[in-house]
């Protein structure tokens, strides 16, 4: 082969070196746009929350099952730690209790309330949606504030979670700034207007709160909750979750509020996997919140012109 000419040798040279340097302005450009600051550290003092707004605030993380992705042992609740297994490797739930080094007892209502709906911690780093902010991103702020208030009342455990175990390249945060443009659904669910207040309640709950779909819709190869499929079965910590959008079973009100409460389905059998940990915690709520769910889904189970 004939050896290249020194005048295409060089331009060859510059050509490469223009594509690096774009490469690395357009890396840059997307760091900068994927960038969130952090949000002031604000003093460890105790503080006083009415008592009726910390016990909403204990409904409230019942409902959510804080504890199923937060404790790991009872004797430490919301300390973190547990696992969460994904398709794309571990990861782990970290300490929410008010210690001031490991976990949330430095974070303003604002930082609390910016990660559970945007999926942005108080430092600015970006969030696997591992924490369901797709979901969470519909809470009322007076709902954001009783659960800040509940767990700013909780005893400080100190104590850091595991690392996450995740594949590259998802292991790299900036990325989840990338996947939210993308394919995360933050618009925030509002209930269609009806006139049965129950239902609306449930609707209100179920879909963000307790964040059914996070679990019972399938995911796509991104994943991504399918937009096109909500609660149409999915997976959850390695165990299948059935549909509830009316291509599966078709539960009664009453045989689901028995299931959401005692574990026990219709046809005898015992709940097991993840959904035990949802039915341990609901059983502990008042029983209209639950009632509420299983009128809404049960409309779900019935098919997508049920209501």
């Given amino acids: 082969m004939p050896r290249l000419s020194r005048i295409a040798r060089t331009t060859i040279g510059r050509w490469a070196g223009g594509v690096i340097l774009l490469l690395l302005l357009l890396f840059a450009g997307f760091l900068v746009w994927a960038h969130q600051p952090a949000i002031p550290m604000q003093a460890s003092s105790n503080r006083t929350f009415p008592a009726a707004l910390a016990a909403r605030g204990a409904v409230l993380a019942q409902l959510g099952d804080c504890q199923g992705c937060h404790t790991v042992t009872a004797q430490a609740p919301f300390a973190g730690g547990a696992a969460i297994r994904t398709p794309l490797g571990l990861l782990f739930g970290p300490n929410i209790t008010p210690d001031p080094d490991t976990g949330i007892g430095r974070w303003s209502l604002p930082a609390f309330s910016r990660a559970l709906r945007q999926g942005v911690s108080r430092d600015g780093r970006h969030l696997y949606p591992g924490m369901p902010y797709e ?61 049965d207040p129950v239902w609306n309640r449930g609707a209100y709950l179920a879909e963000a709160l307790a964040h059914c779909g996070a679990c019972h819709t399938p995911r796509t190869l991104f994943q991504a909750e399918n937009p096109h499929r909500p609660l149409g079965g999915g997976w959850a910590d390695g165990w299948a979750t059935p549909p509830l959008d009316g291509s599966g079973a078709r539960w009664s009100v009453d045989q689901l509020e028995t299931y959401l409460t005692t574990g026990r389905a219709p046809d005898g059998k015992q709940v097991r996997g993840p959904m035990a940990k949802v039915v341990k915690s609901l059983a502990a709520v008042p029983r209209p919140d639950v009632h509420a769910i299983a009128v809404y889904i049960a409309s779900r189970m019935r098919g997508p012109k049920a209501h």
Avoid: C, E
Wanted: glycine share 4%; proline share 13%.
């Fill in 135 to 195: 979901h969470f991103v519909s809470l009322r702020h007076d709902d954001v504030a009783a659960l800040y208030a509940f767990l700013m009342q909780q005893k400080p455990v100190h104590a850091i979670a595991p690392a996450n175990r995740l594949i590259p390249p998802v292991n790299y945060r900036p990325f989840l700034a990338a996947w939210k443009s993308w394919f995360a659904h933050t618009g925030g669910f509002v209930p269609p207007a009806g006139p």
